[in-house]
């Protein structure tokens, strides 16, 4: 039986039962453990767990507390977690699965059953992962795509409004694509798409920033906690990357190589704006830039 890798965590205050489960997992798995059910919070919240192997009689708070508590919490609600008990009686394990378990298994603990079921589970884990990291990426570029660009606006709007800092956005394309394309052909656009993705992802300094492409020559960077004074420094840095890059466009009117205009807009978000009107002024800027005879970038605070 092939096994996928993963990283499993055991909450048992028995010590036998957590070494013997750990025994029978760590050819495997990564294991860790946890002989109560604080120190499993913890674990749980601060490593990479992608499954937990959870004990129901625990002192402090019990397994189905537990389970309730990563179950609520958005940072650890996507890890399965599987029960382990001697209570079997249908109410407890109705219980159980009602507090979110994805599964039970039984002592006595049997080896064969522990890691058939382990397997299920984090296979299952990953193929989520996969199919969520499909659904919010651009197949082309391999950059976060407009729905994940949607999304993130979505929580980080929330975010920074919560903690009243300021969100700002930069809006870019490509200038005069259409001709890149009618001089060099699609293949050739689709790689100078490609090229550009990755320069402006190079270009961004912070692991909070998001760019991601939301249409056919436009990109957008999500720039969580910088406010209007530090965005200029990222409009000009993106500017200069993509005109230094000295991609060739001979069709351009604007420059020898390909270009970009940038727009972008700085926001504190609060309950009288959408989060779409932050999109709406950076493309407004984007509109100046382009007035401006493109290659340029113009920000407006809101
Ligand atoms: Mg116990």
């Not at 499993?8 to 025994?23: H, R, T």
């Not at 601060?46 to 002192?59: K, R, S, T």
């Not at 402090?60 to 029960?83: A, R, V, Y």
């Not at 912070?206 to 004074?229: C, K, N, S, Y």
């Amino acid at each position: 039986m092939e096994m996928p890798t993963g990283k499993i965590l055991i909450v048992d205050d028995d010590k036998l039962i957590m070494n013997l489960l750990s025994g029978m997992l760590d050819e495997d798995y990564d294991v860790i453990c946890a002989d109560n059910s604080l120190e499993g919070l913890r674990l749980a919240r601060q490593e990479q767990i992608d499954l937990v192997l959870l004990d129901i009689n625990m002192p402090i708070f019990d397994g189905q507390k537990l389970c309730q508590t990563l179950k609520g919490d958005p940072e650890t609600k996507d890890i399965p977690i599987i029960f382990i008990t001697a209570l079997v009686s249908a109410e407890d394990e109705t219980k159980g699965l009602e507090a979110g378990a994805a599964d039970y298994i039984a002592k006595p603990i049997n080896k064969s059953v522990v890691l058939a079921r382990v397997k299920i589970q984090i296979e299952a884990k990953q193929q989520r992962e996969y199919l969520e990291k499909l659904s919010t990426t651009d197949p082309l570029t391999g950059v976060p795509n407009r729905r994940c660009f949607d999304e993130t606006l979505e929580r980080e709007w929330r975010r920074c409004q919560r903690s009243e800092k300021p969100l700002s956005l930069l809006v870019l394309d490509i200038d005069c694509f259409k001709l890149y394309n009618d001089c060099y052909g699609h293949l050739a656009g689709d790689s100078c798409l490609i090229k550009v993705a990755q320069l402006l992802t190079g270009a961004l300094s912070r692991g909070g920033d998001l760019l991601a492409r939301i249409g056919g020559e436009e990109f957008v960077a999500l720039l969580p906690d910088t406010p209007f004074e530090s965005l200029d420094v990222v409009a000009d840095r993106f500017r200069t990357t993509i005109e230094e890059a000295a991609i060739p466009h001979e069709r351009s009117p604007i420059s020898e190589v390909v270009t970009i205009s940038v727009g972008g807009s700085t926001l504190i978000p609060n309950q009288k704006v959408e989060p779409v009107e932050l999109h709406r002024r950076a493309d407004e800027q984007l509109y100046v830039a382009k007035e401006k005879g493109r290659n340029h970038y113009s920000l407006g605070v809101g």
